[in-house]
C-alpha cells in the first residue's frame, strides 16, 4: 500500500483489520500476541515487496502519480483510484510480449495505466484513452509529456465505442477499468462489434474489488464485479485467468470466431 493512501486491495485490507486487531489485544497471552503479529506482518508487507522488487516507473509517471495523490479529489474520485507502479509495469509487460501497437483504454482517470501503456509501445503504437469527467481528463492531459502519443476521448465509454467501431477501429489490447456496473456491456461490445484483432487480449481491472465478491460488504460495486466474473466464467467465447495483482486483474482472450 501506498504510504497516506487508504488501503483499497484485499491485501491491504487484511493487513489493515489484522494490525487493527493487533491494537487492541491487550493482555493476551504472549504466543498468541506474536502469532497474530506475525500474520499481520505477512500481509501488511507483501504489497510493498512487490514495489521493492519491480523495476521503476519513469520519471514521467512518477510525477503523475504525485500529482494524483497531491490533488484535492472529492465526490466519487480519490487518489486511490491510480493504477500505481506495479500495475502500470505488468500492463507494460503485457504489451510488449504481445507486440501490441494498438490499445484501447476504458476509464483513464490521471492517465498513469495509459501513459505507462504508451511508453510500451512502438513508434508507430497509440492508445486511445476513455474518460467520463472531462475535468479528470483535462487533468490527465496536463500531466502527459509531449508527445505521448494517446488520444483522449471525453463522454461515456459506451458512446465511444461506438464511434469507434463506427470508425473501424481495431485494437490489440483492450484495458477496461471504468464503471463496474458496465464492465459486460463493455466486454460484448469490444467482442461483438469488431474492435478486438484477431488474438488480441483483454485486461479487466479490479475483479477481486476489495474481497467484497466473496467476503463482503455488498455494495453496488461488490454485486457487480461479482456478476461479471460469473458471467465471465460462463462465457462460452473466451478463456481467462484472474491475476490476484493489487486489486485483481482479469486476463481475457477471445476461443471462438
Avoid at 511508453?119 to 479528470?136: K, R, S
Amino acid at each position: 500500500m501506498t504510504p497516506g493512501l487508504r488501503p483499497v486491495t484485499p491485501l491491504g485490507l487484511l493487513a489493515a483489520r489484522l494490525d487493527a486487531v493487533c491494537g487492541r489485544l491487550g493482555a493476551v497471552e504472549q504466543g498468541l500476541r506474536a502469532e497474530l503479529e506475525g500474520i499481520r506482518d505477512l500481509a501488511a508487507g507483501f504489497e510493498p515487496y512487490l514495489e521493492r522488487h519491480t523495476s521503476p516507473e519513469s520519471a514521467e509517471l512518477a510525477a503523475l502519480a504525485a500529482a494524483t495523490r497531491s490533488a484535492p479529489w472529492s465526490g466519487s474520485l480519490e487518489a486511490e483510484m491510480l493504477s500505481g507502479h506495479v500495475e502500470g509495469r505488468f500492463l507494460q509487460f503485457l504489451l510488449r510480449m504481445t507486440g501490441a501497437r494498438r490499445v484501447l483504454e476504458l476509464g483513464m482517470f490521471t492517465g498513469y495505466s495509459a501513459l505507462a501503456m504508451a511508453q510500451a509501445l512502438p513508434a508507430d503504437g497509440e492508445v486511445v484513452a476513455c474518460e467520463l469527467d472531462p475535468e479528470v481528463a483535462a487533468f490527465a492531459q496536463r500531466c502527459f509529456p509531449a508527445g505521448a502519443r494517446i488520444d483522449v476521448r471525453v463522454g461515456p465509454a459506451a458512446d465511444t465505442l461506438a464511434t469507434l467501431a463506427a470508425e473501424g477501429r481495431v485494437f490489440d489490447v483492450v484495458f477496461v477499468d471504468a464503471d463496474k456496473a458496465g464492465y459486460a456491456g463493455y466486454l460484448d461490445a469490444v467482442l461483438d462489434g469488431g474492435l478486438l484483432a484477431p488474438g488480441g487480449l483483454v485486461a479487466v481491472d479490479n475483479t477481486l474489488m476489495q474481497g467484497q465478491p466473496w467476503a463482503g460488504p455488498d455494495t453496488p460495486n461488490g454485486a457487480a464485479i461479482a456478476a461479471f466474473n460469473d458471467r465471465l466464467t460462463a462465457d462460452p467465447r473466451v478463456e481467462q485467468v484472474l491475476v490476484p495483482l493489487r486489486d485483481g486483474i482479469t486476463l481475457v482472450r477471445r476461443t471462438t470466431p
